[in-house]
């Protein structure tokens, strides 16, 4: 399985942008999906997530703002990031998880900046 993130860029303070993520392999409509973020010297946080059944949450900080959403035909999970304050600059990673055989196959892309200018 391998994860190609996409869709990062510069943006100014209350800009939007999407993040996309497409997963390689024809088992995705059974991962459990999220997109995590790391910001230079901090610890990397989840920021949203997306079960194969289409539940999501989202972190306190960025709830109201952020969406996060999949296409099983495209293999694809978004995050539709809006009202983008300097705080949400970090590199986003996109993560795929499920449980097989009582083992958890944990999957990670490979990162997208995101920047937001004050």
């Known amino acids: 399985v391998q994860l190609q993130a996409f869709g990062g860029g510069l943006v100014q303070t209350g800009g939007s942008l999407r993040l996309s993520c497409v997963v390689s392999g024809r088992t995705f409509n059974t991962f459990d999906m999220g997109w995590y973020r790391q910001a230079p010297g901090k610890q990397r946080e989840l920021v949203a997530a997306?079960?194969?059944?289409?539940?999501?949450n989202y972190a306190d900080s960025v709830k109201g703002r952020f969406t996060i959403s999949r296409d099983n035909a495209k293999n694809t999970v978004y995050l539709q990031m809006n009202s983008l304050k300097p705080e949400d600059t970090a590199v986003y990673y996109c993560n795929a998880n499920r449980i097989r055989a009582g083992t958890k196959l944990n999957y990670w892309g490979q990162g997208t900046q995101v920047t937001v200018s004050s």
């Open positions: 997306i079960t194969s059944g289409f539940s999501t």
